[in-house]
């Protein structure tokens, strides 16, 4: 008997599964044919499991399937599930017609249903892949609304599909708001994979601020960052000058290999570690970190040298470059286009010509492709080393074979003509840039229109402009003029110095504390335990640093660097004119234009106002802005007006550069103070600094101006050893202090390796011959005139 009950309720669940399958179909084909008019809702027996079938039913039309939804919804006695809506809305999703949601989501909130949050993550994830990021935040509003509860895995995947969309505020909104939802019982229940793509994508938009903040949330919540995000970390803070705290996560990150098998530092680490280091000048500690890495059990990779060679050649350490290429060769690496271009850019920064030559055939000769790129340092190291015919020719070669050279390379060759005074080869030049589809960019504009002022030559404009294919470019420069000789031309104060309007900072001792401020957190560092007469960092260092650690110096630069708030108040590149980074650095940039006009023709007062009146409206000034008043400064005599730009810079915590030390050392020699230059120098040297062949020629001129002929040798030797090449500047300046110092052998010494050397004497050299041959008729006439009178007193 109960084998008889058992079978006749099997035949009535199959019975009933038939009867329910023919109703679907007689539905859909209903609708199919006709749609919902001809739909019986008497005839009907509405249920849930009745309208999941239809809407599943992929060969029914969506738009069919829509309006049986919508036909079901006002039928008496029936009200769709969340279960209905959600299957509705994953067919939406899939078809694409996302149109239909918004009359949907407005219905599912009359009928006060509320889906659960896979069905809100399938919303988000539609609507952000089709860019609709308005109608995603009206999703995440329409989820608080209803109380559904912040998922975290939900909301991990929205960020990080966000960020691959390039949405990165709304992506940070959605963070944050994600952040302070968790409580602190509970965990954090973030996915690392979404916090280390925020902070990548932070760091790309170089969004200092909101990293900072973005990481300091992070770890107040206790978030536990893996390898990736420590490396993006000391990356990022590293990029942006903050040593100190890149340092401290290395070593946070080595105190955590024991805990819960986290690895350690891998070679991404060192990687970005040394990356930091190169790029706030301390190459040197980068050398040493890399000695640990091959002993820490780490093999380095192409970046690792690509790194090394690029910090080398910015900081002219050109024989650790070399050594490093030949390593990176023997370890297996061929290197690129990138590593050769630095070595070619380094190479020609230290005058040093033919290696660089021989370089670039090396290149060739390895297969490695020259880009434009190679071609560009080419030509502008040959025009900076005297060789403009040589520079010249190969651009016109280049030209005939089309695609190596751009639209940089007519700006390099435009601007030397500017410099030379050929200005009308120079607008040709333009005129053959544009017409060969180049753009005719904010660096080229304004290297004419220096060139022009400077000649007097203001009605060319017109004939530059009209080659301007920038919409946008040529009506603000012509703007900008028409506002700045506005302002110029004030009546009220046409008569007034504006030279003045530094503060007075002209005492040595205000030079010195300012340059001394820039190495604060180093003299703290070295302060003297009264007790025991060591410096409390020996003490510390001795005491903390694991003597059997893979990178005991790192360890060792992470305790010396005390301050959390070190930045960096050295630039390693030297500014520039021109940033052309984006629209808001174009008044800067037309600033820093006119600024070279005025102060070329020695309107300081005018450079001076020009100054003023744009600060004043909220222009921040850059290095170079900064470095041009405060020489010109120096060149006309002003000194006390030259340290008040010097205080003013510091100040606005203005990055120093290796152009505002040359001004120092040449402010200081006019003073004659040239006895501070070493000091100066080693401060230099102290923050990641470097000579360059200008700072050399500086020092040498400011150290024998000064009498100290012997130390101006010695820097002469040291320059010769650190792969700086000398050029005329440098010659001619010591065969004239040694001339004036009465060593006409000394002189004639360097006259002669000048010769050698293949520098070509120019009018300087001339003149200061002249002097030496006069120098030594008045020594021969001396010791002719010593003779006779020996002879007579004899008598």
């Not at 019982?185 to 925020?198: F, M, P, Q």
């Not at 990029?239 to 991404?268: H, N, R, V, Y």
């Not at 570690?273 to 093999?299: N, R, T």
């Not at 003299?523 to 007469?533: L, P, R, T, Y």
Request: some cysteine; charged content about 25%.
């Amino acid at each position: 008997m109960r084998h008889g009950i058992t079978l006749s309720s099997a035949l009535l669940r199959t019975s009933s599964r038939i009867e329910n399958l023919l109703l679907v179909a007689s539905v859909s084909k209903t609708l199919t044919e006709s749609g919902t008019r001809n739909l019986d809702g008497d005839s009907i027996p509405l249920c849930e499991s009745l309208v999941l079938q239809v809407l599943r039913r992929s060969s029914l039309d969506l738009f069919k399937r829509i309006d049986f939804f919508r036909w079901a919804s006002r039928r008496p006695g029936y009200k769709h599930s969340f279960r209905v809506y959600s299957q509705i809305f994953q067919a939406v999703c899939q078809t694409g017609h996302l149109d239909e949601l918004r009359p949907l989501l407005s219905l599912m909130k009359e009928d006060g249903v509320v889906v659960d949050s896979a069905t809100f993550k399938l919303l988000l994830d539609a609507f952000i892949r089709s860019y609709r990021f308005d109608s995603a935040i009206e999703i995440l509003d329409l989820m608080e609304e209803q109380g559904t509860g912040l998922n975290p895995r939900i909301y991990n995947s929205v960020i990080v599909a966000l960020l691959r969309k390039n949405q990165l505020d709304l992506a940070l909104s959605m963070f944050y708001k994600l952040i302070e939802a968790l409580s602190g019982d509970n965990g954090i229940a973030l996915d690392a994979l979404a916090c280390n793509e925020l902070l990548v994508a932070l760091r790309k938009a170089d969004r200092k601020a909101e990293f900072k903040r973005t990481f300091e949330k992070l770890r107040s919540k206790g978030f536990g960052l893996d390898a990736w995000g420590y490396n993006i970390c000391i990356h990022a803070f590293g990029c942006w000058g903050d040593l100190a705290t890149s340092l401290k996560l290395f070593k946070e990150m080595k105190q955590k290999i024991s805990k819960s098998g986290f690895s350690g530092p891998d070679l991404c680490t060192y990687n970005s570690l040394i990356h930091v280091l190169c790029s706030v000048g301390k190459v040197k500690d980068a050398l040493i970190v890399w000695e640990e890495l091959k002993g820490s059990g780490h093999e380095p990779d192409a970046f690792t040298y690509r790194i090394l060679i690029q910090g080398c050649c910015k900081s002219y350490r050109m024989d650790d470059a070399t050594r490093i290429f030949s390593d990176m060769q023997h370890s297996g690496f061929h290197p690129d286009t990138v590593v050769y271009n630095s070595l070619l850019d380094g190479l020609l920064k230290a005058r040093k010509v033919s290696e660089a030559c021989h370089l670039f055939e090396k290149m060739v000769q390895d297969g490695v492709k020259a880009s434009c790129w190679s071609y560009n340092i080419l030509i502008d190291g040959l025009f900076k080393n005297g060789r403009a015919l040589a520079a010249y020719t190969l651009f016109s070669d280049l030209k005939k074979k089309g695609p190596l050279v751009d639209g940089v390379t007519y700006s390099i060759v435009v601007l030397h003509l500017c410099r030379e005074g050929h200005l009308d080869d120079a607008l040709q030049l333009v005129e053959e840039m544009e017409a060969r589809g180049f753009v005719v960019d904010l660096v080229t504009i304004t290297s004419v229109l220096i060139g022009l002022h400077k000649q007097g030559r203001w009605d060319w404009a017109e004939r530059l402009m009209k080659h301007v294919r920038d919409v946008t470019l040529v009506p603000n420069v012509i703007k900008w003029r028409y506002n700045m000789e506005a302002s110029m031309r004030d009546p009220q104060n046409r008569q007034k110095d504006f030279t003045p309007m530094f503060p007075s900072e002209g005492s040595i001792s205000e030079i010195m504390s300012f340059i001394a401020s820039l190495s604060k957190d180093a003299d703290i560092d070295s302060q003297i335990d009264s007790e025991n007469g060591r410096s409390q960092s020996e003490d510390e260092t001795s005491s903390s640093i694991d003597h059997w650690s893979s990178s005991p110096y790192v360890d060792q630069l992470a305790n010396e660097v005390k301050s959390t708030n070190y930045s960096r108040l050295f630039s390693m590149s030297k500014g520039r004119r021109v940033q052309g980074k984006s629209n808001d650095s174009f008044d800067i940039d037309m600033i820093n234009t006119y600024l070279s006009v005025f102060l070329a023709k020695g309107k300081l007062s005018f450079a001076c106002k020009l100054f003023e009146i744009f600060t004043e409206m909220g222009v921040n000034p850059i290095s170079y802005t900064y470095n041009s008043i405060m020489c010109s400064f120096v060149k006309k005599g002003y000194f006390s007006e030259a340290w008040g730009v010097l205080h003013e810079m510091g100040k606005k915590l203005c990055p120093a550069d290796i152009a505002t030390y040359n001004v120092i050392i040449q402010g200081l020699g006019k003073m004659g103070r040239a006895d501070l230059a070493s000091i100066v120098l080693n401060q230099l040297m102290g923050h990641g600094g470097y000579l360059d062949i200008v700072m050399y020629n500086t020092l040498i001129h400011a150290l024998g101006k000064g009498g100290h002929i012997d130390e101006a040798n010695r820097l002469f030797e040291q320059m010769m050893k650190s792969g700086v090449n000398p050029d005329i500047v440098t010659f001619n300046t010591l065969i004239e202090i040694h001339v004036k110092a009465g060593q006409l052998k000394e002189a004639y010494k360097f006259l002669k390796m000048m010769l050698d050397a293949g520098c070509s004497p120019n009018h300087v050299t001339d003149t200061t011959l002249d002097f030496l041959e006069k120098e030594i008729e008045k020594l021969r006439y001396q010791k002719a005139s010593i003779k006779p009178n020996n002879k007579e007193d004899a008598i």
